[in-house]
């Protein structure tokens, strides 16, 4: 089973920018589909973005222009550089398989205060 591992987020003022990456362990992470998710406070977890094996993206339209799904296939990293934070930007960020997911990790916290 792979082993997910969140880190990257924390406080930041509206318009800022953070860097959130996702450490998979085992060798099918660069076979795979990734993705990012959010659980903003009181919702459902949302699919933020995906990147196939071979690195085509798609965002969902909140924000599309504003971050960039990104992975290290050599690292077993996957990354997410968010920009022009804004406040409903304030989650819990996983990453994950889009379909079929493996075990949830921790997730990382991400404030955007205004």
């Known amino acids: 089973q792979v082993q997910l591992v969140e880190s990257g987020g924390g406080l930041v003022q509206a318009g800022g920018s953070l860097r959130l990456s996702c450490a998979a362990s085992?060798?099918?992470?660069?076979?795979?589909?990734m993705a990012w998710y959010r659980q903003p406070p009181g919702k459902q977890r949302e699919l933020v973005a995906t990147i196939t094996s071979a690195g085509t993206t798609n965002y969902a339209d909140s924000v599309k222009g504003r971050c960039t799904i990104s992975r290290d296939n050599a690292k077993n990293t996957l990354y997410l550089q968010m920009n022009s934070l804004k406040p409903e930007d304030t989650a819990v960020y996983y990453c994950?398989?889009?379909?079929?997911?493996?075990?949830w990790g921790q997730g990382t916290q991400v404030t955007v205060s205004s």
């Open positions: 994950n398989r889009p379909t079929i997911q493996w075990s």
């Open positions: 085992g060798s099918a992470f660069r076979i795979v589909s």
